[in-house]
């Protein structure tokens, strides 16, 4: 289901984007993930086809598209989270580092314990602020943790503590919205994963918290590598290194499966794209 | 801006609060009192069962809910005064007891399994048999277990055949409130903790359960209720007993004789011409109610700490 022919992986098509940003990768960047020729089903539902890029390490990288062409999909994917929804499966190969994540010997525990994850919208548990941020910890069972010091560097990280520090028992849910995204993003980064996804953490926030959050992700960028999804072309800009553009196109039979249309260099994509498709949507003319 | 400009507009404002006035006498709106007027009616017609059972259950039972109900012995038939059901209510209450602790384990595994582990396919046949288990009546059940084990020896008419059927009883209330209530919990907050690295199971154990906790505890107060109030799965089962049978000191092997419950007594001796027992059916009846009423205002308060 997972392994397929290793001949074809170079695609033509990427190493021609490649070449054409000669400044955007230099050799020794490192990567984080490379997806080789990724089909991704739900049943029989082709929802993402002929995935080929790479996500370099200690940059943030945007996924960008119009609404159903599987950006959520694919990201998740980068955890194998969608290994819990029925029906789900991939084909091609998905990279982490040099171990293919969908080899059989992964244990997608160990991997989402690397990769963290944050939501389009905010989940807390109904625990208090604190278990929130000690859950990851405790989960992975290190004792030797001062939990204490990680929730208050967690929350600090996330430019939360001041507003929370007299109310750490507070249960996480009583927080305004904006905050209990920064606590989900507390709790993601409280683990010290190596990669932290976020699947449009904004969406349902307000321009101060939008903003705060962005100048976050900014800020955690220099440390983490992040993969955000995100449908505000201005926060594409603001944030992210790399963009990455989706697009979906209906088969024969008239569903609509996603592909990867281009990426590269987030100025390159906005300012001068190499698809039409691409300009049209970043100009926003899309249909 | 000039003043006549203001004018103008507040007068436009003026009139667009006009038209959304209520009209008085429309067609609209003696509709709408109408429909409020009928399905008034109907609410007060739907709770007077409800009134009438609570009050005349009272009137009939108080004065007879004296020390001596709750202490001694169902009296004989011709004994013209005192007795009371004090074995009647130990009986219900072991019975419910044993019900529970094979229902509430078994329940609330399986709900666990149908909500967070099977397949859609799986599940959508586990809930449709749980339904049709909830939908048997209840004097089914009682021959059902009269046939496994009393008919056989098993345990012959006791305690635990008549606990045993309550725990059929049971069951499919339990099973199906418990995964109603795991299947609120949002799907994201489950996603949250498996992408921390936590287990599926870990994650039921740490986040979904507690969440859950609340509804599930109504969903098992509601069926320790209902089986509370049950005669049919009892008459076959547990039968009856004058006498204590129930002996604390040796609780496990009194669980293999038959024994006393309130709806049981109730059944027995509603009908009889004897009114020293009859007035002591209505005052188990009281007691019943009782308790119909208390668990459920015990699963409105849980209900209350409701997270989802
Ligand atoms: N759990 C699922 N089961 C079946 N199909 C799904 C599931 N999740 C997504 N899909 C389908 O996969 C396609 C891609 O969905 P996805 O959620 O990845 O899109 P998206 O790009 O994130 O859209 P949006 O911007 O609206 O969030 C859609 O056609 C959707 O209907
Ligand atoms: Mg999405």
């Known amino acids: 289901m997972t392994d397929n022919s290793t001949e074809q992986s170079t695609d033509q098509k990427s190493i021609q984007e490649l070449a054409n940003y000669p400044d955007s990768y230099s050799e ?23 995935v080929n890029m790479e996500i370099p390490a200690r940059k943030v990288t945007a996924f960008i598209g119009p609404s159903g062409c599987g950006k959520s999909t694919l990201i998740r994917c980068l955890n194998r989270l969608n290994d819990l929804i029925e029906g789900f499966c991939l084909e091609g190969r998905m990279f982490y580092h040099d171990q293919n ?11 989402r314990r690397r990769i963290g994850m944050v939501f389009q919208q905010p989940n807390p548990f109904p ?95 220099e440390e983490y590598t992040i993969v955000i999804v995100t449908h505000n072309m ?19 039979e008239g569903k609509r499966s996603g592909y990867l249309v281009e990426y590269g260099p987030t100025e390159h994509i906005f300012n001068s794209p190499q698809q039409e498709a691409t300009q049209n949507y970043v100009s926003g003319q899309f249909g | 801006m000039s003043s006549s400009h203001q004018l103008s507009h507040k007068r436009s404002a003026k009139a667009d609060t006009d038209s959304i ?29 409800l009134f009438l059972v609570i009050i005349y259950v009272v009137i009939k039972g108080i004065n007879r809910l004296d020390v001596a109900a709750f202490t001694e012995l169902p009296p004989p038939p011709l004994a013209d005064e005192g007795g009371g059901f004090a074995n009647a209510l130990i009986g219900t209450l072991v019975m419910v007891a044993i019900g529970a602790l094979i229902s509430v384990p078994f329940g609330v595994m399986a709900a666990i399994y149908l909500s967070e582990f099977s397949s859609k396919k799986i599940a959508k046949w586990i809930r449709f048999a749980t339904n049709i288990l909830s939908g048997v009546p209840s004097i089914l059940i009682g021959v059902f277990i009269y046939g496994l084990l009393v008919l056989t020896n098993v345990t012959g008419y006791s305690a635990i055949a008549g606990g045993t059927a309550l725990a059929v009883l049971m069951l499919p209330i339990i099973v199906r409130t418990t995964d109603e209530s795991l299947q609120i919990v949002p799907r994201q907050v489950r996603w949250a903790s498996v992408g921390l690295g936590a287990s599926r199971y870990e994650t039921v154990l740490r ?23 049950e005669t049919a799965p009892l008459i076959f089962t547990a039968l009856f007993a004058q006498f204590w049978t129930f002996n604390p000191a040796d609780p496990f092997s009194s669980l293999f004789s038959p024994i006393a419950s309130l709806s049981v007594l ?18 188990a009846s009281l007691i019943l109610v009782a308790i119909v009423l208390l668990t459920s205002i015990l699963s409105r308060w849980a209900t209350r700490n409701r997270i989802y």
């Not at chain 1, 990567?31 to 002929?50: C, K, M, P, Q």
């Not at chain 1, 994540?101 to 991997?111: G, K, M, Q």
Request: aromatic residues 6%; proline residues 4%; hydrophobic residues 45%.
């Open chain 1, 28 to 50: 020794n960047d490192e990567t984080v993930f490379r997806a080789e020729n990724i089909n991704i089903y739900y049943g029989d539902f082709l929802a993402v086809r002929d």
């Open chain 2, 207 to 229: 986040v979904v359960l507690p969440a859950a906790l609340p509804a599930i505890a109504t969903g098992l107060t509601l069926a320790v209720a209902r089986a509370a109030g």
């Open chain 2, 266 to 283: 109730v059944y027995n001796f509603a009908a009889v011409p004897y009114k020293n027992q009859q007035e002591l059916a209505w005052a």
């Open chain 1, 101 to 111: 994540l969908y080899a059989d010997e992964v244990d997608p525990v160990e991997v």
């Open chain 1, 234 to 252: 201005q926060q594409a800009t603001r944030v992210s290194d790399i963009t990455a553009f989706f697009n979906a196109q209906a088969n024969e």
């Open chain 2, 21 to 49: 006035n209520q009209k008085q006498g429309s067609r609209q709106s003696i509709g709408e009192t109408a429909w409020t007027v009928i399905s008034g009616l109907c609410l007060v017609i739907a709770l007077i069962p």
């Open chain 1, 127 to 221: 625990k208090s602020i604190y278990n929130n941020v000690a859950y990851g910890i405790r989960v992975t069972g290190k004792k030797d943790a001062d939990m204490d010091e990680v929730v208050e560097r967690s929350l600090q990280r996330a430019a939360l503590w001041d507003e929370v520090k007299d109310k750490l028992g507070a249960n996480g849910l009583s927080l305004s919205g904006g905050q209990q995204q920064r606590l989900c993003i507390a709790r993601a980064i409280a683990t010290n994963p190596d990669v932290v996804l976020m699947d449009e953490p904004c969406s349902s926030l307000d321009p101060i918290s939008t903003l705060k959050i962005e100048e976050l992700i900014r800020d955690l960028s």
